[in-house]
């Protein structure tokens, strides 16, 4: 159990929190960029892998890995392919659709904490999955009139990927963090490469893509790792639901991308499940 003081655990809200915000502009920024998809996943992995490899070559070597070289390159192609289905989701779909079934990844992460490693999961948690699920349907059940149906599975099998990756680090708490990220960025510019034209794309794509990769990704992934030396990765995840609701706003807001009635009852039946449930789980928790 995590005990922390008051100041620590105001300081891992403030990370989450301001991690969550930066992230939450990734669909948007996706938007902007206005390329392929093969062309933003490579650029994205490419240039993230660049500035969190530096950053982690400073700090550390990269010998502390070999104690579990399996878990971490099963981690880092976890995040290859979390990267690209999310890019390939919102290219494919409506940004409201694929942030809403992004968070149901701690759902998944639960389901697969049961199975693999014979954690107990609370009546309460199955319940809210049974919830969720139906939200989720009818997400779904709004695409199938129109073209986003391939999107959104992409944006299901990426909340399966989250999940199975923090199902992973949950049993192996003591891999670094920062080279599985590198790696996945090195992964997912090697898959994306000979579906991409790289070098084909406009000024403006270079310079969103830019502050997406070098920036905005990393300073997010940076703020969210470092909240969880002060909260627990439950109480973390929570933060993930400020951004099914801040990403669709930015794209509404700023591109005018209104979200479907069917996204909006079943994403607000789904979030407030996963809300309700986290409340209730840290509520649950002695010294709450």
């Known amino acids: 159990m995590m005990t922390l003081s008051p100041q620590g655990h105001a300081r891992g809200v403030a990370l989450a929190f301001g991690g969550i915000v930066v992230l939450s502009f990734d669909s948007l920024l996706v938007r902007l960029a206005d390329s392929d998809g093969w062309n933003i996943a490579f650029w994205r992995g490419a240039l993230m892998a660049l500035v969190v490899g530096l950053c982690y070559c400073q700090r550390r070597r990269l010998a502390t890995l070999n ?12 995040l290859a392919a979390i990267s690209v289905l999310f890019v390939m989701a919102v290219v494919n779909t409506r940004v409201a659709n694929v942030v809403v079934i992004l968070s149901t990844a701690p759902l998944f992460a639960a389901i697969l904490t049961r199975c693999v490693l014979r954690e107990p999961v609370a009546t309460r948690t199955w319940l809210a ?9 009818v997400v779904f059940a709004g695409s199938l009139s129109g073209d986003g149906l391939l999107g959104d599975l992409y944006a299901l099998a990426s909340a399966l990927a989250v999940g199975a990756n923090l199902t992973l680090l949950r049993r192996y708490p003591t891999l670094d963090r920062l080279p599985l990220i590198a790696g996945g960025g090195v992964l997912t510019a090697l898959v994306a490469w000979p579906m991409a034209t790289p070098l084909a794309l406009d000024t403006q794509s270079y310079a969103v893509l830019g502050v997406m990769g070098l920036l905005q990704m990393p300073l997010a992934t940076a703020l969210i790792n470092t909240a969880t030396r002060y909260l627990p990765s439950a109480e973390v995840a929570l933060f993930y ?21 069917a996204t909006l009852y079943g994403g607000t039946l789904t979030i407030l499940t996963l809300m309700a449930n986290a409340w209730l789980g840290m509520r649950a928790r002695p010294g709450r």
């Open 129 to 137: 999955i049974g919830l969720a699920m139906l939200g989720l349907l």
């Open 67 to 78: 104690a579990h070289r399996g878990a971490a390159l099963v981690s880092s192609a976890l």
């Open 241 to 261: 639901l400020v951004e099914a609701i801040l990403g669709t706003l930015w794209v509404w807001w700023l591109l005018g991308e209104d979200p479907p009635s």
